[in-house]
């Protein structure tokens, strides 16, 4: 999987109904940065929340560091994207 199929996913699976834990300004405006650039802002916004209820800021963040390095998400956080896909609208 490419680094921008991963940023992809990524962007896809973050941000859904506020929640959970709140991430930083910075965290927030860099995944919804990634993900708008290819989805809509809603989408983003869906999955951004569906990803604060289900990881704190510290555990998205060490994915993401181990996704950079490993070129893939883990098991669990590629489950979290299939769940945003199917939870959170397209348009």
Do not use: H
């Not at 290819?38 to 963040?61: A, D, I, M, W």
């Amino acid at each position: 999987m490419t680094k921008t199929m991963l940023w992809g996913l990524l962007a896809v699976l973050l941000a859904a109904c506020s929640g959970g834990n709140e991430y930083s300004s910075e965290a927030k405006n860099g995944f919804l940065r990634s993900c708008i650039a290819r989805n809509s802002p809603v989408f983003c916004e869906c999955g951004l929340g569906q990803l604060q209820k289900e990881y704190t800021e510290q555990e998205f963040v060490a994915q993401e560091e181990a996704a950079k390095a490993n070129q893939r998400f883990s098991d669990r956080m590629q489950q979290s994207f299939i769940r945003i896909r199917q939870q959170c609208p397209q348009t």
